[in-house]
């Protein structure tokens, strides 16, 4: 079954962590605020506000803030969030120094340190941005990173204020970037919708066909085909592809009808449509550089669904000029047969494990390997699904599929790593 697409797709997400890398790069040139009084305390109450500036110079409160306080001298973390007027207040030891880091929806996260025997007050002053945080990890590797810049501390009265913020200059490319992404994002859901919508019309009409609705059936899928038989997007041309396998079968399915109903001249129709689009089909999967197990499962139906609508038309209606298109169909098909008997049951091994059914997947992937041994897919699928499980027998079952696994396949490929590491930490718990 055609799967939904993700809810972002990997150049959105690229986007995103690009977006959010320059938020970290630049969080220590960002405007931060802080004004320090002393309080002779047991407790201290660490208390101030969050403000967000935007592009135009004015600031307005944020509210549902997270502000979080890791004790730098003794541990400890502490948590509160602002309140409606982007307010925040919290009691802390008096004791030892702290780390402060605000983040929240749709700001760019900022951070300062503080010291309660001196500190009571701490106001933040942040920027938009995509809403990323920081853990204090992070902070103190982007604090080494920028350790040699020296911050301008204004005393006054006894009130400390530390102040780094955009420059003029930048302000334009940071605004600029998160409008980009603000756009990219949007395309993004955009595009998940319309393939929502088109996943929802295509298993509709699947639906309708098995049902026996074959006329509303061909109908739907036609009307995805017209909408998508030309995309170039990955998703919408495998949709379309799948829409002419369904509709041979459709049309395969109704002349069968017709036909036993006495119907012949409309059977003969439907049995040329069958054999137009299964063609059509397996046409257009030739033509791709790789192709899918699905997709490969799809070009089996459709042969043999072109060579029994040809067999058909032959034998029933004595039309001998569809006998080659039949026999070479059915050789196609049955060489497709037998060359990927491992690959059908490797197909309905994965069906298996993506309904839940653990232990009819385990043993489909365990007969694909009898059919052959050096089946990297199912080496590799069959320890996902035993490393789920707690029994030791399972773990070690596991460790040797991953170990054969990383045997066989070449230094490319991309699974070869995370192989390695599962058995790296199999093989270092205590049997």
């Known amino acids: 079954m055609l799967r939904k697409r993700p809810v972002i797709s990997c150049a959105v997400l690229l986007l995103a962590c690009t977006g959010g890398?320059?938020?970290?790069?630049?969080?220590?040139?960002?405007?931060?605020?802080?004004?320090?009084?002393?309080?002779?305390?047991?407790?201290?109450?660490?208390?101030?506000?969050?403000?967000?500036?935007?592009?135009?110079?004015?600031?307005?409160?944020?509210?549902?803030?997270?502000?979080?306080?890791?004790?730098?001298?003794?541990?400890?973390?502490?948590?509160?969030?602002?309140?409606?007027?982007?307010?925040?207040?919290?009691?802390?030891?008096?004791?030892?120094?702290?780390?402060?880091?605000?983040?929240?929806?749709?700001?760019?996260?900022?951070?300062?340190?503080?010291?309660?025997?001196?500190?009571?007050?701490?106001?933040?002053?942040?920027?938009?941005?995509?809403?990323?945080?920081?853990?204090?990890?992070?902070?103190?590797?982007?604090?080494?990173?920028?350790?040699?810049?020296?911050?301008?501390?204004?005393?006054?009265?006894?009130?400390?204020?530390?102040?780094?913020?955009?420059?003029?200059?930048?302000?334009?490319?940071?605004?600029?970037?998160?409008?980009?992404?603000?756009?990219?994002?949007?395309?993004?859901?955009?595009?998940?919708?319309?393939?929502?919508?088109?996943?929802?019309?295509?298993?509709?009409?699947?639906?309708?066909?098995?049902?026996?609705?074959?006329?509303?059936?061909?109908?739907?899928?036609?009307?995805?085909?017209?909408?998508?038989?030309?995309?170039?997007?990955?998703?919408f041309a495998k949709l379309a592809r799948y829409c002419l396998a369904n509709m041979a079968e459709a049309h395969y399915l109704w002349a069968v009808d017709l036909y036993s109903k006495g119907y012949v001249d409309q059977a003969k129709e439907h049995f040329v449509s069958a054999i137009d689009l299964g063609r059509r089909y397996v046409d257009r999967v030739s033509g791709l550089s790789t192709v899918d197990p699905e997709s490969q499962s799809f070009v089996l139906i459709s042969d043999k669904i072109i060579a029994d609508s040809s067999l058909d038309l032959v034998k029933f209606m004595q039309l001998v000029e569809f006998k080659k298109t039949a026999l070479e169909a059915a050789d196609r098909a049955a060489a497709m047969d037998a060359a990927h008997a491992s690959g059908w049951t490797l197909l309905k091994a994965r069906t298996l494990t993506a309904a839940g059914e653990r232990e009819a997947a385990i043993a489909g992937y365990k007969a694909v390997l009898s059919l052959d041994q050096k089946n990297t897919d199912a080496l590799y699928e069959l320890s996902l699904v035993l490393l789920k499980s707690e029994s030791q027998q399972d773990l070690q079952d596991a460790k040797g599929y991953l170990k054969r696994f990383i045997a066989l396949v070449p230094d490319t490929d991309d699974r070869l790593e995370p192989a390695k590491q599962a058995v790296q930490s199999l093989e270092s718990v205590p049997q």
């Open 21 to 235: 890398a320059y938020a970290q790069d630049q969080i220590d040139t960002h405007e931060q605020i802080n004004t320090h009084t002393h309080t002779p305390a047991a407790h201290a109450l660490a208390e101030g506000t969050v403000e967000v500036e935007s592009e135009d110079h004015t600031r307005r409160p944020v509210p549902e803030a997270v502000v979080e306080v890791y004790g730098e001298d003794r541990g400890g973390h502490w948590s509160v969030t602002t309140d409606k007027k982007g307010h925040y207040k919290l009691s802390l030891p008096n004791t030892g120094s702290y780390l402060m880091i605000v983040s929240g929806q749709g700001l760019m996260p900022t951070w300062d340190h503080i010291c309660p025997s001196c500190t009571l007050l701490v106001n933040f002053v942040t920027y938009p941005g995509i809403g990323n945080r920081l853990s204090s990890i992070q902070v103190q590797q982007l604090r080494a990173k920028g350790s040699s810049r020296q911050v301008p501390m204004i005393v006054s009265d006894g009130i400390h204020s530390t102040v780094t913020a955009l420059s003029e200059q930048e302000r334009p490319a940071y605004f600029r970037s998160l409008r980009d992404h603000a756009e990219a994002v949007k395309t993004v859901r955009d595009l998940k919708a319309e393939s929502d919508d088109a996943r929802d019309s295509y298993d509709s009409a699947v639906r309708l066909k098995v049902g026996g609705e074959f006329q509303r059936s061909l109908d739907e899928f036609g009307k995805l085909l017209a909408a998508y038989g030309e995309s170039t997007d990955e998703y």
